[in-house]
């Protein structure tokens, strides 16, 4: 079911969107918080502690983990299945004795990769740094448990994308729903912590289900929330590789 060409030729085309990832921001986003306490806040840059896992919770895991990967997700995903069905390769693919099932599952283990790749850099180079100028300040295994449950929210964006990607065979649709749906649950999670007047909002997003604080401090709803990421996932990924064996792709 596991095309190994084709997996390397997906891969070849995603490291580039990975290497340009840099997490480390944190000076500047001392003083962007000293200046817009209120708008730091709306993105989730709200420190819950003074710890050292603290801090890279709040500034790295509150926004930037989630928005940058969300844009190789859309990307990547969009490229893999409907840029592919859309310009007519695809039919090169399928032309040859490989079944649908295997080309969509073995695009969607490049993106799952590929996702996995950039938080495990993102990881690894955060508890280097800290290493490195903080020795023996990080919590490591705290802020393992955050980087696992990055990656199940990623995954979970990931299967969102990587379904739009399988369901449209244009490009205009797969990227339209494919990034209007997680975008428009990040402005949601935004506006839920503007203030107490629209904390209710958090209930329609599923941002909401990943809680870096909670996740740190080893609370049961912020794991059992990394759970329901990580099983929504499998649904999504199952899911869009069931539509794409079965639709009619006119090629």
């Known amino acids: 079911m596991f095309n190994v060409a084709l997996y390397k030729r997906g891969m070849q085309g995603s490291w580039k969107m990975l290497v340009i990832f840099d997490p480390e921001l944190g000076s500047a986003l001392d003083e962007l918080a000293a200046a817009m306490p209120q708008l730091m806040a709306m993105v989730g840059m709200n420190p819950a502690d003074t710890t050292l896992v603290?801090?890279?919770?709040?500034?790295?895991?509150?926004f930037i983990m989630l928005v940058f990967p969300m844009v190789f997700s859309i990307l990547c995903a969009n490229r893999l299945i409907a840029q592919q069905v859309d310009r007519g390769s695809m039919a090169y693919l399928l032309a040859a004795p490989v079944k649908r099932s295997s080309v969509a599952f073995t695009q969607m283990k490049v993106l799952a990769g590929g996702i996995f790749a950039l938080v495990a850099y993102a990881t690894v180079l955060g508890v280097v740094s800290c290493e490195a100028f903080f020795p023996g300040e990080l919590e490591i295994g705290k802020f393992l448990l955050l980087n696992v449950g990055?990656?199940?929210?990623?995954?979970?964006i990931g299967g969102i994308c990587f379904f739009c990607?399988?369901?449209f065979s244009s490009t205009k649709y797969s990227v339209g729903f494919g990034a209007g749906v997680p975008a428009l649950a990040f402005v949601?999670?935004?506006l839920a912590n503007a203030g107490?007047?629209?904390d209710g909002a958090k209930y329609a997003t599923f941002f909401t289900l990943f809680d870096p604080n909670g996740v740190t401090a080893g609370e049961a709803g912020?794991?059992?929330g990394m759970a329901v990421l990580f099983a929504g996932a499998?649904?999504?990924f199952g899911g869009a590789i069931a539509v794409f064996s079965k639709k009619d792709l006119h090629i």
Do not use: D, H
């Not at 603290?54 to 509150?62: E, H, I, K």
């Open 54 to 62: 603290g801090f890279m919770s709040a500034y790295l895991y509150g």
């Open 150 to 156: 990055v990656l199940c929210l990623q995954l979970f």
């Open 165 to 167: 990607s399988c369901v």
């Open 222 to 224: 912020a794991l059992w």
């Open 196 to 198: 107490p007047a629209l």
């Open 188 to 190: 949601i999670q935004m």
């Open 234 to 236: 499998l649904l999504l």
